[in-house]
């Protein structure tokens, strides 16, 4: 049964030739049986090797969420980070909200992109990456775990590469969805509705695409009836009563080994609501949740505004292998929400980013009787400029100027008749960061210059199939980030001169052993992974920035089994911990708060096709109970335990339409989410504002056709 999802199973778990698990527990995880092996090629990843590599040949540790998997997970939830915290594992639990602040892949920060295009601002962090497009417009969702210079500039947990749609094959093809979604504590408030259309083609060498999709959402309720605040955490954005529109266009020509792609997407958002008036009411101990009050407390209206175009020309003939060459822009505009609380109120603002950039990319083969090697080399070059504009009030942030450029090389040799691999490389990152004079947050002048970083990164790794089924993996890898330095010359009294910050960037060695395993109809695989760095970004009781030493660690398990050919059931478990150093004196002696850490995550699932019109699965996310020992201000609170329940029905009305029903949170859980515990600090009586609940439950459909 539902074959394509089982090639990416089993080229995951099975087939792949480098260094770590491909593991995947995402939906309809049926097994690739020996028969279909010479399939694993039609699954194709940009991220594991910067080339278009058959997924049994990547070298890095991927999970692919395929476009099946995300239509069907957004029929009942659009919001990216919610979707990747239910199918990957390693990937923290969704913050039920806009941001993907706390939300961390492997404990740390992870590189957002969208076909090769960064996404994620690292001079001054908004944490909005994940939600920069549309989700009708998504082809596959690449996610590496670990540290990684795949991409480089800043992937010190590893990178979400977000790859959109193809042209299909014919003269044209189109498609139009509709959708709603209301809750049915108040169903006239909650209606949220979604329009989606598309047209592709191809004719003559050249191809085209189009996609647009327009969502409206209304306001969402806790379990128990509560309005929840439209921003559920700070000023980070919320999916409350916003208006979002998203638009794909694609244009190219093929000829014999010749290939050029144009592309842009447009995506914005913005939030207009009857309820952003002040929030307050939460309480941890009597587990009540905030809410938030009529009224509008902001001088603009909040939301995104995010251009991304993007070029790409391709020779598959080139020195004897292929080259590609791309050239990006990325303009990025925030505009946060005003917030009031505790008698602090935070002016409101907006960031503002361009980036421009190239990647040059050879991937040369040396055939060989006795050991096969391939190199993939190539240079990355970016240019990212980044501001924070006052709206109604001083930001005490300065301008950045970021210019950095990276050659790289990667070699990998197949050995013992293919039974081994061994890879291993360096990328070389160069970057300047220029920074203007300016007065911070609390009144301190800091005199503005040139930062500096050099920094070689290298990775090696290697797998040994010790038999038909078993494969042993392990792998060691680095990657570098700036580090949060907008934080840091926001409001530290510590920092009058940005020279201050030359040592101050963070590299990450990261290492993972495994053994994943293949059988008739089933997939198994468990990973350990450690990864460590010097300068690690965490924050005190005081929130007050710190760059410290620290460790984390983890396990990263996935099961998969077809109990008959109508039904498949799997899942993943993914558990971590980590330690910083509070004294420099070379002892990890605090836990890293929860806002770094998640708890135990458990995922599950049960697929049931008893017609080749019809098909169910019921997923569950298990979150658990986590006390940190710790001085962090996210590791004070203790996180309690919550469990969630979704289904999914789809329902073939003939060959060119399906009607599609959801239900989130069926069970109707009341719980409140890892990030949100971890800043409901009683002692301070930050629970007033953060302690809010999730969303209790919530009912979609959804109808498709194509013509």
Not at 47 to 62: G, K, L, Q
Not at 439 to 445: K, L, M, P, Y
Request: proline share 4%; hydrophobic share 35%; net charge negative.
């Amino acid at each position: 049964m539902l074959k394509y999802s089982g090639l990416v199973t089993a080229a995951l778990l099975a087939a792949v030739q480098g260094a770590v698990a491909q593991d995947l527990t995402l939906e309809e995880e049926p097994v690739l049986s020996s028969e279909d092996a010479t399939l694993l090629d039609l699954i194709t990843v940009r991220s594991a090797t910067r080339t278009e590599t058959p997924i049994s040949e990547a070298t890095v540790s991927v999970s692919v969420v395929t476009e099946d998997q995300v239509e069907r997970q957004s029929n009942i939830n659009t919001n990216i980070g919610q979707i990747l915290s239910k199918t990957v594992p390693g990937f923290g639990q969704s913050t039920e909200n806009l941001t993907e602040y706390g939300q961390t892949l492997r404990g740390r920060n992870f590189l957002t992109l969208i076909d090769g295009v960064p996404q994620t601002n690292n001079l001054n962090n908004n944490y909005r990456a994940l939600n920069s497009i549309g989700t009708s417009a998504i082809g596959q969702i690449e996610v590496v775990r670990g540290a990684t210079a795949a991409y480089g500039f800043g992937a010190p947990g590893g990178l979400v590469n977000i790859i959109t749609k193809s042209p299909e094959d014919g003269e044209f093809n189109a498609n139009i969805s509709v959708g709603v979604k209301v809750s049915p504590t108040n169903v006239s408030d909650s209606f949220s509705y979604l329009t989606e259309a598309g047209a592709s083609g191809a004719k003559d060498g050249f191809f085209y695409l189009a996609n647009a999709s327009w969502e409206d959402t209304g306001s969402s309720f806790t379990a128990d009836g509560e309005r929840r605040p439209p921003d559920s955490f700070g000023t980070q954005g919320g999916t409350d009563d916003i208006g979002v529109f998203n638009f794909l266009g694609k244009f190219g020509y093929e000829h014999e080994s010749h290939r050029i792609l144009f592309s842009a997407n447009k995506f914005r958002y913005w939030q207009d609501s009857e309820w952003a008036g002040p929030v307050s009411g939460g309480s941890r101990s009597n587990n009540t949740s905030a809410t938030p009050t009529r009224g509008n407390l902001n001088t603009r209206t909040p939301g995104a505004d995010n251009l991304t175009l993007n070029a790409n020309y391709t020779n598959d003939d080139i020195l004897g292998g292929t080259f590609d060459l791309q050239a990006y822009y990325n303009d990025n505009t925030t505009t946060f929400t005003r917030t009031e609380f505790l008698g602090f109120e935070y002016n409101q603002y907006e960031t503002e980013s361009q980036k421009i950039g190239g990647r040059a990319t050879f991937d040369t083969p040396f055939p060989s009787d006795r050991i096969p090697v391939d190199i993939v080399w190539g240079v990355d070059a970016l240019n990212d400029r980044t501001n924070v504009n006052p709206i109604d009030g001083p930001t005490g942030a300065p301008r950045y100027d970021l210019m950095g450029i990276a050659p790289f090389a990667q070699v990998r040799a197949d050995l013992f008749d293919d039974r081994a691999t061994l890879t291993g490389g360096i990328r070389y990152e160069h970057l300047s960061v220029d920074i203007n004079d300016f007065v911070n947050d609390i009144g301190a002048s800091v005199n503005g210059g040139t930062l500096t970083f050099q920094e070689p990164l290298f990775n090696v790794s290697g797998s040994v199939d010790l038999n038909d089924t078993f494969t042993l993996f392990g792998g060691f890898s680095q990657g570098f980030q700036l580090g949060d330095l907008g934080r840091l010359l926001y409001n530290s009294p510590n920092f009058t001169d940005v020279s201050q910050l030359e040592e101050k960037g963070q590299k990450t060695d990261s290492y993972e052993i495994g053994l994943r395993a293949v059988g008739n109809a089933w997939d198994a695989s468990i990973t350990g992974f450690y990864n460590k760095s010097n300068n690690g970004v965490t924050y005190d009781a005081n929130l007050d920035i710190v760059l410290s030493p620290e460790q984390i660690w983890g396990i990263e398990v996935t099961a998969n089994y077809d109990v008959t050919d109508q039904i498949a059931v799997g899942g993943t478990l993914t558990w971590l911990e980590g330690e910083y150093d509070t004294t420099g004196d070379g002892k990890y002696d605090s836990d890293l708060g929860s806002d770094r850490i998640a708890p135990l995550k458990l995922t599950g699932y049960v697929e049931y096709a008893p017609r080749d019109w019809a098909n169910f699965r019921l997923q569950g996310l298990y979150s658990g109970h986590r006390n940190p020992d710790s001085t962090q201000f996210t590791g004070i609170e203790t996180i309690d335990s919550y469990f969630v329940v979704d289904a999914f029905a789809d329902f073939s009305i003939n060959e060119n339409s399906k009607l599609s029903f959801g239900v989130e949170n069926m069970l109707n859980a009341d719980y409140v989410p890892v990030l949100q515990q971890s800043y409901s600090v009683q002692s301070y009586g930050y629970d007033d504002y953060y302690y809010v609940k999730a969303p209790g439950t919530t009912f979609s459909a959804k109808y498709s056709m194509k013509f």
